[in-house]
């Protein structure tokens, strides 16, 4: 005989392995578990999907539920400082035992009496908007470039696109302090140079905003837009020619249509998180941004007030949900194209 | 070279030396580094043709072709389109349409924008490109598909897209990279008449790449078979199947049985060769212009051969063998037979009868022989 022998799947196991799983069998316990998972329709199949819904389950929905319990509840100067939502109460001989629940419902009414916080939505979204374009426009030459270089340079210049990552974000944003202060590298050697006389003032101004935004969300853009580019049949490009289509036309009418899922992708990327970015205009930009992230903050740790801050939250991911929703439409669309 | 004599053929433009042809090639070279794709070629190629480029793959056929599309530009050498030099002019300046092998359809649009997209290019008026693009998806047979993205057709379809937006633009030369190459076998031989009555019909000049040889023979006026970058022999599908030039050629279109001998008598009208691979003398009623005493090879087609259980009356041309394969194709059968002198030949013969092969069945002794007309000289 063999030292090998062929699994009932085709495997290979070594002869020991084999024995011990032909042992394993054969003992009542394993045999019982496996006939109760199958009868609860639990397979290895449905075992390995489970696990990101666990995980979802645990590190999302549970939180958000949390989030949810605290915005509908009172601001207490106590610890913890918010009001329980469900309380049972002894109502006496008459009444028994009453379980209470109170839903305050102001931090949701203040979002939209109180101009501050649709004032801050509103700027979160314009300068996530004007972020994105920015991006966009810087982002996809760069994707292209690198989609169209030879394999060396492709990975050389995707290596120098992931680069920053390596660094933490808070460090680069803080470099740009550095940069952009008023005798900061840019103001010093325009100086140097003579081109300016007093120094422009570039820190905690939009300008800074965008600049820190757009260098921080940069790679999102570029490796979405760069994966689609870069799967592209080219000779569609010689067929557009080919039919007395110039350059320039055969990038707007092929390569630009063709490359419009990665183009979604990747502005989702940078828009959706940008909305709740509070790092960047806290360092770089003026002190009296609104932004959504910034309010967040405040009214989280300055003023305390939980349930005012979850509400502030919750409606910050529902504001969300329609993006999100969006690219997953854009990635299913890829998908279903690939299969073309 | 030894080559056999052909006979007188009929008028054609490229026997005409007064033809002026559509396509000059001339002395055309194409290196990419080191390596040569295409080396030294020129030809002619005349209006209303279908021109086939025949070869294996890496033999350069394709970039013959990419290089008159405008895909890439000769290293040496010109190529002239209509009498126009065509160095420095880009693709889409050419007067030429190209059917791309993978068909290169644009996925994002449907089958109408597709062809109508090298129509919009030249500002046509809407109207014009509507019934020009109707008329040609009525030509493919393509009518009422027009709304339809190319992932939702078959292959099949997809190939007419390909041809009707190269064909839309009423192109002057119209290139096509193995046009058949992605289509099964029925609908491939269907597809090669559809394709040759279009040529027909609306008189455009066709260079068609393609490694099938069957392809090639059924679609072409003219072939150019290429090896290692040159081409070794351009001709009609009859020449190059029946006065193959060289060895490479015969062995390459079809099936073919090599006796090698030696020239014992030369003679201006006939030829005698003692070939030790027969086992006998090869008998040729032409003349081969050759050295005397030189080294030759004997092409045999398998067709050509008949096989018969009596010994026939004949001293050429005839061999003794054993039956070793019988493959029944049904239209025809071929059979394996190993001479005596160690030699294995095929043999096909037409099943004219039902039941004409029961005569002969495996490990029989059977003789071999044929027409003194049959064999083609080549040298090595």
Not at chain 1, 64 to 77: G, R, S
Not at chain 1, 181 to 210: H, S
Not at chain 1, 230 to 242: I, N, Q, S, V
Not at chain 2, 342 to 347: E, F, P, S, T
Request: a neutral charge.
């Amino acid at each position: 005989m063999s030292a090998r022998a062929e699994g009932p799947r085709g495997q290979r196991h070594s002869a020991g392995a084999q024995l011990v799983l032909r042992v394993l069998q054969q003992l009542p316990p394993y045999r019982w578990t496996q006939a109760r998972l199958v009868k609860w329709g639990v397979t290895g199949r449905s075992a390995v999907i489970a696990i990101p819904y666990f995980w979802l389950l645990l590190f999302f929905l549970i939180p958000f539920l949390i989030v949810l319990k605290i915005a509908f509840a009172q601001q207490l100067n106590d610890s913890p400082p918010y009001s329980a939502l469900f309380e049972l109460i002894d109502g006496g001989r008459s009444q028994g035992w009453i379980l209470d629940a109170k839903l305050y419902l102001r931090g949701f009414i203040s979002l939209f009496t109180e101009d501050l916080y649709w004032q801050a939505y509103v700027n979160s979204v314009k300068i996530s908007f004007i972020s994105t374009i920015c991006c966009l426009l810087v982002g996809y030459p760069i994707a292209y470039a690198i989609a169209r270089s030879t394999t060396t340079w492709r990975n050389i210049l995707l290596m120098m696109v992931i680069l920053p990552f390596w660094t933490s974000f808070l460090l680069r944003v803080y470099a740009w302090i550095g940069i952009l202060k008023n005798n900061g590298l840019i103001n010093n050697f325009l100086m140097w140079t003579g081109l300016i006389d007093e120094p422009i003032v570039m820190l905690q101004t939009d300008f800074a905003i965008y600049v820190g935004i757009v260098y921080s969300y940069l790679p999102f853009m570029i490796l979405p837009l760069y994966s689609n580019l870069e799967k592209m049949d080219l000779t569609l490009l010689e067929a557009a020619a080919d039919l007395g289509c110039k350059p320039i036309k055969a990038f707007l009418k092929v390569t630009l249509p063709l490359s419009l899922p990665g183009v979604i992708a990747g502005s989702m990327l940078v828009f959706i998180p940008v909305i709740g970015e509070f790092v960047i205009p806290e360092l770089l930009g003026p002190s009296d941004t609104l932004m959504i992230g910034k309010q967040l903050w405040r009214v989280f740790f300055t003023g305390r007030d939980w349930p005012m801050a979850a509400a502030v939250a919750v409606a910050l991911l529902l504001f969300l949900v329609v993006p999100i929703v969006l690219l997953q439409r854009a990635q299913g669309a890829e998908l279903k194209g690939a299969h073309r | 070279m030894a080559t056999s004599a052909r006979p007188e053929q009929k008028l054609q433009p490229w026997n005409d030396p007064q033809a002026v042809p559509y396509i000059a090639i001339e002395r055309v070279t194409k290196k990419f580094g080191d390596f040569t794709a295409v080396n030294d070629v020129s030809l002619k190629i005349y209006k209303r043709e279908l021109f086939c480029l025949l070869g294996g793959s890496g033999c350069g056929k394709t970039t013959l072709l990419r290089m008159l599309a405008g895909f890439e530009e000769p290293s040496s050498g010109k190529i002239l389109i209509d009498g126009v030099d065509m160095a420095g002019i880009p693709p889409y300046e050419r007067p030429v349409n190209m059917m791309f092998q993978s068909y290169a359809l644009f996925p994002h649009m449907t089958v109408e924008q597709n062809v109508a997209f090298g129509l919009k290019q030249d500002r046509l008026p809407k109207d014009e490109i509507n019934d020009r693009v109707a008329k040609m998806l009525g030509q493919v047979k393509l009518s009422q598909f027009g709304k339809r993205k190319p992932h939702q057709l078959s292959g099949g379809q997809r190939q007419r897209v390909a041809l009707a937006r190269s064909l839309v633009k009423q192109p002057k030369l119209l290139l096509l990279d193995e046009p058949l190459g992605a289509l099964d076998k029925k609908l491939r031989e269907h597809t090669q008449f559809e394709l040759v009555n279009l040529q027909e019909q609306l008189g455009v000049t066709f260079v068609v790449v393609t490694h099938d040889q069957e392809e090639a023979m059924t679609l072409s006026s003219r072939i150019g078979v290429m090896n290692l970058g040159e081409i070794v022999q351009v001709g009609t599908p009859k020449d190059i199947y029946e006065y193959p030039n060289s060895k490479f050629v015969a062995e390459f279109i079809g099936n073919v049985n090599m006796f090698q001998g030696r020239m014992i008598e030369d003679l201006p009208d006939r030829v005698r060769i003692e070939s030790a691979e027969l086992g006998g003398t090869i008998f040729v009623d032409h003349g081969v212009s050759s050295a005397p005493d030189a080294i030759l090879s004997a092409a045999v087609r398998p067709e050509k051969i008949i096989i018969s259980i009596d010994k026939p009356p004949q001293e050429d041309n005839v061999a003794r063998g054993v039956v070793k394969e019988i493959a029944y194709m049904g239209d025809m059968s071929v059979y394996l037979v190993q001479l005596d002198s160690g030699k294995v030949i095929r043999i096909t013969q037409p099943n004219a009868y039902r039941h004409a092969d029961d005569l002969i069945t495996w490990d029989q002794a059977v003789y071999v022989h044929w027409h003194p007309s049959s064999p083609v000289v080549l040298s090595e």
